[in-house]
């Protein structure tokens, strides 16, 4: 399954509503990205999210923060994007440096501007089934098991990982699609045998190789949630080679899931402003 195809209609999606949004009298959404500190990965991550949400006609509202802010201030700065109506999204870049509590920071976010679906309030949402922005890489699981027509309702699925980033709202968002979910995690006894019950396997561990043929059942649809680097570049939780001669649809790394990531922070931005301005799109 190419999660960069894939990934491309999504951003071709986004910039259409966009420009409908605008027809419709709104104005185009504004993402306010916000970095703390001089972390390289995370101002890797910050640009092509800057730069993508800009390609899609979207106002980039960046704000950085130097590393030795101090929780009041950044409050501040988050309070401040909060009330302002530009600001459509707000992505509060984590990891944040070890004195800021980032848990208090998200708390400000206000539910209909959490573009990267993180807050307690939008885990409340989900977690009843009720509307709400989704949590972007959990959403991009689905967008690519639904670009695949892959039937969710009575399917066995089973998670392996129950993070709040990843694990636990895919199972969520699979259950809310009505499939029957399990989900695994570091306690799970027989884990392969647990895994070949799965129509849909959807593995977020984090331990490269984690997933071999013995865990998959045949004809199964397998995505790969896991990102490590290694000697020979980027690999997953699935070992690929093997998984792909068993699996019905398998995502590779690079190139599955991580691309999606962004993706679906367009597509939150974009709904979240036409919510705002109360244009249906
Ligand atoms: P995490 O917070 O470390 O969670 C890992 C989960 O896997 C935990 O629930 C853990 O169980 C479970 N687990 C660990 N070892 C296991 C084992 N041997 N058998 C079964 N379950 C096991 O990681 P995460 O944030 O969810 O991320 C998972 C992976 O996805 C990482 O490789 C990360 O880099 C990648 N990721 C990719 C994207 C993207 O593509 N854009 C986004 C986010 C994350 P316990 O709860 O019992 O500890």
């Not at 209609?9 to 949004?21: F, K, P, T, W």
């Not at 991550?45 to 009041?72: E, F, I």
């Not at 199964?220 to 570049?233: L, T």
């Amino acid at each position: 399954m190419d999660g960069a195809a894939i990934a491309r209609g999504v951003r071709e999606q986004v910039a259409g509503d966009v420009a409908r949004l605008v027809a419709a009298g709104g104005t185009a959404p504004g993402l306010a990205t916000v970095l703390v500190g001089e972390d390289p990965a995370s101002e890797v991550y910050v640009r092509n999210k800057r730069r993508s949400c800009a390609a899609a006609g979207m106002v980039d509202l960046h704000r950085h923060l130097p590393g030795d802010v101090t929780q009041a201030d950044a409050a501040a700065l988050v309070d401040e994007l909060a009330a302002d109506p530009a600001v459509s999204g707000i992505l509060l870049q984590l990891p944040l440096p070890d004195h800021l509590d980032p848990g208090e920071l998200l708390a400000r976010i206000p539910v209909g501007k959490d573009v990267d679906g993180l807050t307690v309030g939008n885990a409340g949402l989900l977690a009843q089934g009720l509307p709400g922005l989704r949590p972007c890489t959990p959403a991009g699981v689905l967008e690519i098991l639904d670009h695949h027509e892959v039937p969710l309702a009575g399917a066995e699925a089973v998670v392996v990982g129950r993070s709040v980033l990843v694990g636990r709202p895919v199972a969520q968002l699979l259950l809310e699609r009505n499939a029957t979910v399990t989900i695994c995690h570091s306690r799970t006894r027989h884990l392969a045998e647990v895994c070949r019950r799965a129509d849909v396997l959807v593995v977020a561990a984090g331990i490269p190789g984690l997933i071999g043929p013995e865990a998959v059942r045949p004809g199964a649809v397998v995505v790969d949630v896991g990102i490590h680097r290694g000697p020979q570049g980027l690999h997953g939780d699935v070992r690929f080679d093997a998984v792909q001669d068993v699996a019905r649809l398998l995502t590779p790394v690079p190139g599955g899931v991580g691309p999606m990531t962004i993706a679906m922070l367009l597509a939150n931005t974009v709904t979240a402003a036409a919510r705002q301005q109360g244009i249906a799109l």
